[in-house]
């Protein structure tokens, strides 16, 4: 058989099976596996966009023909006679004097040709998102509400708390995600999960009143207060691997030792939930945010108020009461600066010990603010009731700009222990997470004034969103 012949058949045979035209050949007509099933890009243009589809069949089977004839003995090559290109060619594509062999040797040429500009936009499309590299894990879609996130300080795992009162433990990478076990602790909601410092025991508090402390590696109970407050159990915060805090709906904070079964000491100075506790390294105090919106430092060694001369307020361990819920709070400067969140979307600052009043604010965007994470000396991130992380820089005061979005109110955040993710939930199910390397590079300019407005709607690098500025950037 003749070079232009074999080359005709396997075109024909190409396109034959790509244009879904294999019902039109007869039915002892067999397609053999030999011939090519890859077929390039260029080369179904080439052809395609000038013969009708309709003539491939019969190209295909006069290339049968003449291969039979060639085994034969006969030379004479496989071509298409004008009566034939008249009869099967389309006459809207098709040119003058163009025959078969001369268009699949088009197509050739046209195969040689750089893939990139030969190959349609949605495959370049396609190409490029499977090249693009991951920055962070994929979401994790769980089956029930979550209330809480918390991130192994030592290893990659995410342990998710759910509205059932089951906490699920999941192990990520940058690839994937892997339900590891799925531990039915409490009756109710659960409230917080917190992992101590070496990641060997996670507590857990609930709804149903009830505080739990699982073993990490067996998944087995080490401690269970079944009526560990009067009211439903609101947050938790670790001292050591022994020491922990709870407080509660009603305002209560206690202090427990698992070496005991009883609360070593119970405290109620506030009159709504107690919705975050913090401490410094020293551990010797704890501050606490309350729903009533009022701060409180709490001396543990003296089991009483923090008693310490205050800002405004001489020997004044509680902070006055705010119009608005405290929601959160964080640690800043090397634990001198004392964050609170609110419910009106406002930052409140106080010294560490100076509790009576605050001494600076940082107004947001008059929606509540959820929840607080640390992520530097000066920086910390929010989640917001609209659906957003934005991240805030304090000193000076800056809104660095948007981190991440939600489809619903973002109610839980936590920061992974080597600083590179952070992870957030909301009523959407989603467990998501952020890549946050780029806050190492951040720096404000302190000349430049601040327009919160811009500030506010920019996106950072590990947002899905883009700024309009970067996408006209591209087209200069």
Partial sequence: MSEKATLSIKAAHMLVIHCGLTADLPQSSAIESTVLTRVPVAEIKAIRNVINPKFLVQLYMEGQETSSSDEMGSADDVSLSESDSESYSDPDAATGGTTASDVVLEGEEAHEQDDDEEEDEVIKAIRREKEQQREHPPDIQCEDFVVDISFHPEQDVIAAATVMGDVLLYKYAIDSTELMATWELHTKACRDIEFNRDGSLLFSCSKDKSIMVTDVASGKLVGAYDNAHET????????DRNMFTSGDEAGTVKL??????EAVFSLKEMEDYVSKMAT????RHVVCTSGE???TSINLSTRKLHMQASYVLSWCPQSE????????????????????????????LFNWGEFGYHNDEFPGNKRSINCLIPITDNILVEACEDGTLRATHMFPHRHLGVVGQHQFSVECLDISGDGTYIASSSHDQLIKFWNIKYFEDIEVNVKEKSKKKVEMRHNLPSSKAKNSADFFSGLL
């Fill in 321 to 348: 009461v705010y119009e608005a819920e405290l929601t959160s709070l964080a640690l800043l400067r090397n634990n001198t600066k004392v964050v609170a969140s609110s419910s009106k979307g406002t930052l409140f």
């Fill in 232 to 239: 439903a159990v609101y947050s938790l915060l670790v001292l």
């Fill in 256 to 261: 427990w030792d698992l070496r005991k079964k």
């Fill in 293 to 295: 919106g009022t701060l």
């Fill in 280 to 283: 410094t390294e020293a551990r």
